[in-house]
């Protein structure tokens, strides 16, 4: 039990900031709108050049490890859902990091899914 | 067109693509990693044991794959969308990973999990009915 809080905590803290980082460079960088293959690799290569983006990477890797872990004694119908808590904590890093303005019925919608963890949770086998 | 339904016909097919690619990758994780028994220790010479086997598991590199499919049309969505939109948007992806799981793995999904999955996905229709970005014309169409 208590590894799996520990495992948890990586994949949701872990996760959702590395995901803030990715948001952030990509946001520098710039909308897509040519979607042609060398296009593309232009603006991943773009967005490799950012430190943001490698900060978001190793964030993210470490949610990853922490994934497998996981999913090694746990099931996948319950690891996943239980991990959408990353959009409680997605919310507020949105607004505290990124600066985006977060509406009263996108905040309804985060509490309904928030709500919907709990009740996954108590499926725990 | 508004430039919010701009936003909104460019956005969708993107979302339903990772709606797919994120929890097949996680169900092929999830059948690799089932395969080597539980990893419960957090000593370096265990996981440095275990990790080479991990790297050998076709299941184990067909996730990454899907997962990192997900990870590129997110990077993508995340160019002119907000990250609180398309994070919740994705979240669909729980009505579809325990339906993989159940189809794939045979986990049995009891009528409580599917309340909670269910309701998760409420949570999403929501969010789904407020624009993908809240600086509006900043972004450009």
């Known amino acids: ?125 | 067109m508004t430039h919010t339904r701009r936003l909104h016909l460019k956005t969708i097919p993107l979302i339903l693509i990772s709606v797919i690619l994120g929890p097949l990758g996680n169900v092929f994780l999830g059948k690799g990693m089932k395969a080597f028994g539980a990893v419960a220790s957090a000593k370096i010479p265990d996981l440095l044991h275990i990790a080479p086997r991990i790297l050998l598991s076709g299941y184990i590199w067909l996730g990454i794959a899907c997962l990192m499919g997900f990870f590129i049309t997110h990077m993508l969505l995340l160019t002119w969308a907000d990250y609180s939109y398309v994070q919740p948007a994705t979240s669909l992806s729980y009505l579809t990973i325990s339906v993989l799981s159940y189809l794939l793995l045979g986990e049995i999904i009891s009528p409580l999990r599917w309340l909670g999955v269910s309701v998760i996905c409420f949570g999403v229709f929501i969010v789904g009915r407020t624009p993908p970005s809240s600086s509006g014309e900043a972004h450009g169409a």
């Open chain 1, 1 to 125: 039990m208590a590894l799996e809080l520990v495992l948890f905590f990586f994949i949701v803290v872990a996760g959702t900031g590395g995901e803030l980082c990715v948001s952030r460079a990509m946001k520098s960088v710039g909308e897509v709108h040519d979607f042609r293959p060398r296009s593309l690799l232009a603006f991943v290569l773009q967005s490799l050049r950012l430190p943001w983006m490698w900060m978001g990477i190793a964030l993210m890797a470490l949610g990853f490890f922490s994934l497998l872990a996981i999913l090694s004694f746990q099931e996948v119908s319950f690891v996943v859902p239980v991990s959408a808590l990353s959009y409680a904590a997605g919310a507020f890093g949105a607004k505290a990091f990124l600066g985006e303005r977060i509406s009263r019925n996108r905040w309804i919608g985060i509490a309904v899914v928030c709500i919907g963890v709990t009740i996954v949770w108590w499926s725990r086998k």
